[in-house]
């Protein structure tokens, strides 16, 4: 096991490398630069030596392959450049954005697991009666209807029949408990609806097999109570592909979290990456994409070492 975990850190170190390339390269791609972005929103005709003088004071005079060295330098040492947009640190700018991201993610998976869970199992147990085409025909409607859609729906009827309208601003729980439920609630109902249909269906799937396997079959045959049987022995071993897709649910979330932030008016990393590509703000595209694709791989990492947890029998 460690020996296996060695492995995957070390592998993260070029994938990595390979990473800051890629996102460097991609966002040099988009057309355009903060200060054609800025010209663009104030319709002016600026002198073309004071726009020559604010890019070299932002660095984008230099050569590419100068400007990717500076930044590669600049993570090693702690200096994510600076926001052209908010004029801030990127690391800053990040720390605040993150914490909102991360309790909104963790509250919709949470969401999506308390209901897809239930539902699941009594869908597959209850195979082909009306629990089961209620869960499954939930299932349906949470695939299909998008995260935009719900979110505009939520907006208008809570204003219309609630006379709720979402905060703007981030309110700490520690501070505002009920001012930041009213935020993060219904964005995390938004985002863990789709999450909980995902999980439904799967969990439903993988059960009825698990429940046809002959291991269950001979925990019966041994007069175990039914309820032993499906939480100890289908249960847990039916959870393998629902971790799985969880993982990849864990980091789709932040790209979810992108509309729905911006429709409720969360101020975290997804608003603020939009708000960045609009502005052309290299370093803040850069730094968030960075701390996206690494949380990605950590999670992978993750994943890959609860199926022992869950199965014995998994070796690495």
Not at 93 to 116: D, E, K, T, Y
Not at 154 to 168: D, H, N, S, T
Not at 279 to 284: A, E, N, T
């Amino acid at each position: 096991m460690q020996t296996y975990i060695l492995r995957r850190i070390a592998f993260m170190v070029p994938t990595l490398l390979f990473v800051t390339v890629a996102v460097f390269a991609l966002v040099r791609i988009m057309p355009g630069d903060f200060i054609t972005a800025q010209m663009a929103e104030s319709r002016g005709v600026a002198d073309p030596a004071f726009v020559a003088r604010v890019r070299a004071d932002l660095g984008l005079d230099k050569p590419a392959p100068v400007q990717y060295v500076r930044w590669v330098v600049g993570i090693v040492t702690g200096d994510w450049g600076t926001s052209y947009w908010q004029n801030r640190p990127v690391l800053t700018v990040i720390r605040g954005a993150l914490p909102v991201s991360f309790q909104l993610g963790v509250m919709a998976i949470v969401f999506g697991l308390m209901i897809s869970m239930p539902l699941g199992v009594i869908a597959a147990v209850k195979q082909d009666s009306w629990a089961d085409y209620a869960s499954r025909m939930i299932a349906v409607v949470g695939i299909s209807v998008p995260n935009f859609f719900l979110a505009t729906l939520v907006i208008i009827y809570g204003a219309k029949f609630l006379g709720w309208f979402p905060p703007q601003g981030y309110r700490p729980p520690l501070e505002d408990f009920s001012g930041n439920m009213q935020q993060f609630l219904p964005a995390a109902f938004i985002l863990g609806s789709a999450l909980a249909a995902q999980n439904m269906r799967i969990l439903r799937t993988t059960m009825l097999e698990t429940l046809r396997a002959d291991y269950v079959r001979t925990a019966r045959a041994k007069g175990l109570v039914e309820v032993q049987v499906i939480f100890r022995h289908a249960f847990r071993n039916a959870l393998i592909p629902v971790v799985t897709l969880l993982g990849f649910q864990i980091i789709t979330t932040v790209g979810g979290s992108v509309i729905v932030e911006q429709v409720l008016g969360i101020n975290g990393i997804g608003r603020n990456f939009i708000n960045a590509v609009q502005q052309r703000d290299y370093p803040l595209v850069q730094g968030i994409l960075l701390v996206i694709i690494t949380t990605t791989l950590t999670v992978n990492l993750l994943i890959d070492l609860s199926y022992s947890f869950l199965d014995p029998r998994i070796k690495y």
